[in-house]
Nanobody, 121 residues
Framework: VQLQASGGGLVQPGGSLRLSCAAS????????IGWFRQAPGKERKGVSC????????YYADSVKGRFTISRDNAKNTVYLQMNSLKPEDTAVYYC???????????????WGQGTLVTVSS
């Protein structure tokens, strides 16, 4: 069982990145998927999530209108499209699986390794 986040990198302010969260050994569409991020020296915070049953989505206020979460069940992958990136979006981004779409880390049962996003000119 593995959950792998990828797609991070260095991008200029105003740029875009798409993060991927790929699962192996289990089927992602049975679970809610959450994206979280942790900036240096700060607590981990919820960014976005997508439910398992009806693909309802939820976003933190700080990313609403700029980030879009989606899933591709055929590829067993969830994406986080990040547009209009700001320096304050710099963080390690993690994906996790749980039962409910909620931006609360302890609600998630299994976490992938993170991918670093750096927004800087």
């Amino acid at each position: 069982v593995q959950l792998q986040a990828s797609g991070g990198g260095l991008v200029q302010p105003g740029g875009s990145l798409r993060l991927s969260c790929a699962a192996s050994g289990f089927t992602l569409d049975y679970y809610a998927i959450g994206w979280f991020r942790q900036a240096p020296g700060k607590e981990r915070k919820g960014v976005s999530c997508i439910s398992s049953s009806d693909d309802n989505t939820y976003y933190a206020d700080s990313v609403k209108g700029r980030f879009t979460i989606s899933r591709d069940n055929a590829k067993n992958t969830v994406y986080l499209q990040m547009n209009s990136l700001k320096p304050e979006d710099t963080a390690v981004y993690y994906c996790a699986i749980g039962l409910d779409c909620i931006l609360y880390g302890p609600a998630y049962d299994y976490w992938g390794q993170g991918t670093l996003v750096t927004v800087s000119s």
